[in-house]
């Protein structure tokens, strides 16, 4: 068998939802509940003869179990076939002799919920494998018949209906040599018949809204803080996005960067600072996971993003996959697509489990936003509310000055004269010391600057006299 794995990787690679590695000490029988987790959740890799630290061990410690009795206790132990596939590897171990590893291939059965020997059921969470709960036991078993539509053949299709660029991509960020054909059967995406799979039209098909009018994407923009009709009607951008699943995460990211608005204000060193409306950590990642395990089977709505003034929505088709709810997601995830999932994990597209939602909740929170609100409208949908608290800010944009200047007045305006404007249109007034820390200039500067903009008309200046310690300048129409 042809060895497509990055050995080094093994070693310097963060154990997550889709990779472990355990000891060749570690007693044989107890690795099945690690790829029955694996194989109830995305499917993964369990490497054999690295330490946890990455050190490789091999099998040559005197402690050590052969690598055939792991293998036995993969083919003789289970209860129900584990769809796994295993590869001995050579390499070199930490003491520089020649060793071996073992490599677990796991695959997910859509369609079942593995059970151990004992009846007992694992998943796999973040990087450790969890036992379920009866109940849990049986959400998984109801999200379970869900993902067959992953695995359900398009008719009259074949490899002429893939995006063949995209498809080269993706082969190279698996770094192998593997055809294109050869990759698409090892990750389930043709059927044994030679047909495409709905997995492999979303993830590479030409034209995926041939099949599935709604597997696309909408933006809207309004302008205010809620959708108006008729006269009033507010939208002010709209794109429509068709594309293959990594295009659309591509295209929705230069369309939402490209609407992001950017504010400037006084930090607390009195420094004037540019910060985005949104962290891009925490939109992206919103958006990711949209597309990633919407209900593509639910072909009644598309994705939606939704920009007001005061926040960002983002709306997916399909209810949370169970076993996660809106209580426990912050460290329980579980996907409904996990080839689409596995696919977009190798693109660098999706996150190791949960680092994603719980990093988005640290970025707003860094940005001294709110925390990202998840709700489950008609429990057939989910929908993530991202505030960007505008009002409560000491921010301002470069437009809302043209809302009270001319565009022939603004024309004639510095850089320096345009960020006292951006100052003041929020904090309504201010003075020379202020403008000096604004403009890291001198005391003579910064008072030239302001005087000029009161022979424009622009400002006033407030005060009892030249040497007034309080005087101070406001914008002439406030």
Same mark, same amino acid.
């Given at each position: 068998?042809?060895?497509?794995?990055?050995?080094?990787?093994?070693?310097?690679?963060?154990?997550?939802?889709?990779?472990?590695?355990?000891? !060749?000490?570690?007693?044989?029988?107890?690795? +099945?509940?690690? /790829?029955?987790?694996?194989?109830?959740?995305?499917?993964?890799?369990?490497?054999?003869?690295?330490?946890?630290?990455?050190?490789?061990?091999?099998?040559?410690?005197?402690?050590?179990?052969?690598?055939?009795?792991?293998?036995?206790?993969?083919?003789?132990?289970?209860?129900?076939?584990?769809?796994?596939?295993?590869?001995?590897?050579?390499?070199?171990?930490?003491?520089?002799?020649?060793?071996?590893?073992?490599?677990?291939?796991?695959?997910?059965?859509?369609?079942?919920?593995?059970?151990?020997?004992?009846?007992?059921?694992?998943?796999?969470?973040?990087?450790?494998?969890?036992?379920?709960? $009866?109940?849990?036991?049986?959400?998984?078993?109801?999200?379970?018949?869900?993902?067959?539509?992953?695995?359900?053949?398009?008719?009259?299709?074949?490899?002429?209906?893939?995006?063949?660029?995209?498809?080269?991509?993706?082969?190279?960020?698996?770094?192998?040599?593997?055809?294109?054909?050869?990759?698409?059967? !090892?990750?389930?995406?043709?059927?044994?018949?030679?047909?495409?799979?709905?997995?492999?039209?979303?993830?590479?098909?030409?034209?995926?809204?041939?099949?599935?009018?709604? !597997?696309?994407?909408?933006? /809207?923009?309004?302008?205010?803080?809620?959708?108006?009709?008729?006269?009033?009607?507010?939208?002010?951008?709209?794109?429509?996005?068709?594309?293959?699943?990594?295009?659309?995460?591509?295209?929705?990211?230069?369309?939402?960067?490209?609407?992001?608005?950017? $504010?400037?204000?006084?930090?607390?060193?009195?420094?004037?600072?540019?910060?985005?409306?949104?962290?891009?950590?925490?939109? +992206?990642?919103?958006?990711?996971?949209?597309?990633?395990?919407?209900?593509?089977?639910?072909?009644?709505?598309?994705?939606?993003?939704?920009?007001?003034?005061?926040?960002?929505?983002?709306?997916?088709?399909?209810?949370?996959?169970?076993?996660?709810?809106?209580?426990?997601?912050?460290?329980?995830? $579980?996907?409904?697509?996990?080839?689409?999932?596995?696919?977009?994990?190798?693109?660098?597209?999706?996150?190791?489990?949960?680092?994603?939602?719980?990093?988005?909740?640290?970025?707003?929170?860094?940005?001294?936003?709110?925390?990202?609100?998840?709700?489950?409208?008609?429990?057939?949908?989910?929908?993530?509310?991202?505030?960007?608290?505008?009002?409560?800010?000491?921010?301002?944009?470069?437009?809302?000055?043209?809302?009270?200047?001319?565009?022939?007045?603004?024309?004639?305006?510095?850089?320096?004269?345009?960020?006292?404007?951006?100052?003041?249109?929020?904090?309504?007034?201010?003075?020379?010391?202020?403008?000096?820390?604004?403009?890291?200039?001198?005391? /003579?500067?910064?008072?030239?600057?302001?005087?000029?903009?009161?022979?424009?008309?622009?400002?006033?200046?407030?005060?009892?006299?030249?040497?007034?310690?309080?005087?101070?300048?406001?914008?002439?129409?406030?």
């Amino acid at each position: 068998m042809q060895n497509t794995y990055n050995i080094q990787s093994f070693s310097s690679r963060k154990e997550d939802k889709s990779f472990d590695r355990k000891s !060749a000490r570690k007693e044989p029988k107890e690795i +099945l509940r690690h /790829l029955i987790g694996f194989a109830n959740a995305d499917g993964g890799l369990l490497v054999i003869g690295i330490e946890n630290g990455g050190e490789i061990t091999g099998f040559s410690h005197t402690k050590a179990h052969k690598p055939e009795e792991f293998i036995h206790a993969l083919l003789n132990i289970q209860k129900m076939p584990i769809p796994t596939t295993y590869q001995l590897l050579d390499v070199i171990n930490n003491q520089g002799l020649s060793d071996q590893i073992l490599v677990f291939d796991v695959a997910s059965p859509n369609s079942r919920v593995i059970t151990s020997h004992d009846d007992r059921v694992f998943l796999r969470s973040r990087d450790e494998t969890l036992e379920l709960t $009866f109940e849990q036991r049986l959400q998984l078993e109801y999200e379970k018949g869900q993902r067959i539509f992953e695995e359900q053949a398009v008719e009259n299709t074949d490899l002429d209906d893939l995006d063949r660029e995209l498809l080269e991509q993706y082969r190279q960020k698996l770094n192998t040599e593997r055809s294109i054909e050869e990759i698409l059967r !090892a990750k389930h995406l043709i059927t044994k018949e030679g047909k495409l799979t709905n997995a492999c039209i979303l993830l590479f098909g030409h034209n995926p809204t041939r099949y599935f009018p709604n !597997a696309r994407l909408r933006f /809207l923009r309004y302008e205010g803080k809620s959708p108006l009709t008729g006269k009033a009607f507010n939208i002010v951008k709209e794109f429509m996005v068709e594309e293959p699943i990594p295009k659309l995460l591509e295209s929705a990211k230069s369309i939402l960067k490209s609407q992001l608005r950017e $504010f400037q204000y006084l930090d607390d060193n009195g420094q004037f600072t540019k910060i985005d409306e949104y962290p891009e950590f925490a939109w +992206l990642e919103g958006i990711v996971n949209a597309i990633t395990h919407r209900s593509y089977n639910n072909q009644g709505d598309c994705i939606r993003i939704s920009m007001f003034d005061d926040r960002l929505e983002i709306f997916s088709p399909g209810g949370l996959p169970r076993p996660v709810t809106l209580e426990n997601m912050y460290y329980t995830r $579980f996907s409904r697509n996990p080839k689409i999932a596995r696919v977009l994990y190798e693109f660098g597209w999706v996150k190791e489990l949960n680092e994603g939602v719980n990093r988005m909740v640290k970025e707003m929170q860094d940005y001294q936003l709110n925390t990202p609100s998840y709700f489950e409208p008609n429990d057939n949908s989910v929908k993530l509310i991202l505030e960007n608290n505008i009002e409560h800010r000491t921010l301002r944009e470069l437009e809302h000055i043209e809302n009270i200047l001319t565009k022939d007045v603004m024309n004639t305006l510095s850089e320096s004269e345009i960020l006292i404007l951006q100052y003041l249109y929020t904090n309504k007034t201010v003075s020379v010391k202020l403008v000096k820390e604004i403009l890291n200039r001198s005391h /003579l500067t910064a008072s030239r600057i302001l005087r000029g903009l009161e022979d424009k008309g622009i400002l006033t200046w407030h005060g009892l006299s030249p040497t007034d310690p309080t005087q101070h300048y406001k914008l002439k129409n406030n």
